[in-house]
């Protein structure tokens, strides 16, 4: 059973950082892309970052530049997001994806991606 679960969001204070997990099981780990998206409350989906199959290559959304990291331990099947230097408009739901096959997820004209997790929540107050 293919399985992404996401984990370490909580309420945290402005100016605070996260780090975010995403551990995926059921499939060939290195064979898929990895990708970080939120959902903010009243707002679509947006990507933050990717990591192409094996490790090739860190992408970031322009928007997203500079505060957030995205790392890969292949050895474990997981993925991480640190956030710094939160602010309160990163408040909403943080969620990974998994995509086979390629490198930049957020080059995908569509987030129709193989699988999906069900998210985490961060909330960060001002």
């Known amino acids: 059973e293919v399985q992404l679960v996401e984990s370490g969001g909580g309420l945290v204070q402005a100016g605070g950082s996260l780090r975010l997990s995403c551990k995926a099981s059921g499939f060939t780990f290195v064979d898929f892309a990895m990708g970080w998206f939120r959902q903010a409350p009243g707002k679509e989906r947006e990507g933050i970052s990717s990591i192409g199959r094996g490790g090739r290559g860190t992408y970031y959304s322009d928007s997203m530049k500079g505060r957030f990291t995205m790392s890969s331990d292949n050895a474990k099947n997981t993925v991480y997001l640190q956030i710094d230097n939160l602010k309160p408009e990163d408040t909403g739901v943080y969620y990974c994806?998994?995509?086979?096959?390629?490198?930049?997820?957020?080059?995908?004209?569509?987030?129709?991606?193989?699988?999906w997790g069900r998210g985490t929540q961060v909330t960060v107050a001002s």
């Open positions: 994806a998994a995509d086979w096959g390629s490198d930049n997820m957020l080059a995908a004209r569509n987030q129709k991606y193989d699988y």
